[in-house]
């Protein structure tokens, strides 16, 4: 199979980069500096075990590609935000031997959130969802830096919206001669709304600065509860956090390897690259939506997700607003 990795940044270049490392077929999709970067020097992809230059194919969008073939795998590594336009763009692609991409071709969704499935199945026949635990940051244009080790990531696989295949197993089987774990498992879905869970703090870090506060980490576990309350209302599943723990165990550890300080997570990195969107509204706002579905109030997620949205707009750093300040909004809210 060749992997075409749609989002060539941080996760998408850690994928792409330790696929290409075990041996695979893979062609990256980047758009600007970071196509310009790739196309002229190669993928550096940083990690504990030193750092690796890939020189792979790279296109800044699937005309550059022309006819697909029959066994590419589409993996999807956009932020959400990105999705719609990104399966409008792949989705028509011919594909050789006829049929279109949303035909025949397999599609990841390797992103934090629930919505870029719902959105792919629209369209694509073939959805299969990925949960992404894989510390990996952009550090410039052309450069990716992955921070774990022995493994680079753990991802959960199934088709969406439930259930395996063989084309999840022969995916899976390829991630394993990398180091990653790539569980298959029929209900994908309740790995992602738990990291869903996780992700809630991705808007509190990107606001107020990665989470070491005690006043940072509690304002986390209440928007956490909330949004436990809404998936309750809502019938939702989600695996537990001690089954979370129990499936990472010791297998990835954050171990400096050049003295530099690891930063943030996804919504701290696009504040801090002035990347102009973030992905509160899929996150924080995913528990909004169904809280307002199921008739649970969400005050403390509705004032995460409006403050980063906020901070995108204009273009602040990451970090700017002290947590003290953030907690004095939420709790104006619950209050109010």
């Known amino acids: ?26 062609v990256l999709v980047a758009r600007g500096a970071q196509y310009e970067a790739l196309r002229e ?23 550059a590609l022309g006819t697909l073939r029959a066994d590419d795998v589409l993996v999807l590594c956009v932020k959400t935000q990105d999705s719609a336009a990104a399966l409008a763009a792949w989705g028509p692609r011919p594909v050789e031997g006829g049929g279109t991409a949303a035909g025949r071709l397999p599609l990841v969704c390797a992103q934090n959130g629930v919505e870029s499935e719902r959105l792919a199945l629209r369209t694509f ?38 259930g395996s295949d063989e084309t999840a197993r022969a995916v899976a089987a390829d991630l394993e001669k990398a180091p990653f774990e790539a569980p298959v498992v029929d209900d994908v879905m309740r790995w992602k709304y738990a990291k869903l869970l996780a992700n809630l703090a991705n808007s509190i870090e990107a606001i107020s600065g990665v989470l070491t506060s005690a006043e940072g980490i509690a304002l986390f576990r209440r928007a956490r509860a909330e949004g436990e309350a809404v998936l309750a209302a809502a019938g939702i599943a989600y695996t537990p956090q001690d089954e979370e ?60 997700q409006e403050q980063a949205d906020e901070a995108a707009r204009q273009g602040r750093a990451a970090g700017e607003t002290p947590v003290a300040d953030l907690v004095a909004m939420v709790d104006a809210r619950v209050t109010g």
């Open 125 to 162: 026949q073939r959805v299969y969802a990925m949960c992404v635990w894989l510390p990996a940051a952009f550090v410039e244009p052309g450069v990716v830096r992955a921070d774990g080790t022995p493994l680079t990531g753990i991802l959960h696989l199934g088709r969406y919206p439930s």
């Open 245 to 304: 723990k129990q499936a990472r165990a010791d297998k990835i550890r954050f171990e400096p390897f050049d003295g530099s300080p690891r930063g943030g997570g996804s919504s701290w990195q696009s504040l801090q690259r002035g990347a102009g969107s973030i992905e509160a509204d899929f996150l924080n706002g995913e528990i909004a939506l169904l809280g307002r579905l199921h008739g649970v109030p969400t005050p403390i997620n509705d004032v995460l």
């Open 1 to 26: 199979m060749r992997y075409v990795i749609i989002g060539a940044g941080a996760v998408g270049g850690a994928l792409g980069g330790r696929l290409a490392q075990a041996g695979q077929d893979v």
């Open 41 to 63: 020097r190669g993928l550096v992809l940083q990690t504990p075990d030193g750092p690796h230059t890939h020189r792979l194919p790279v296109v800044d969008g699937p005309e």
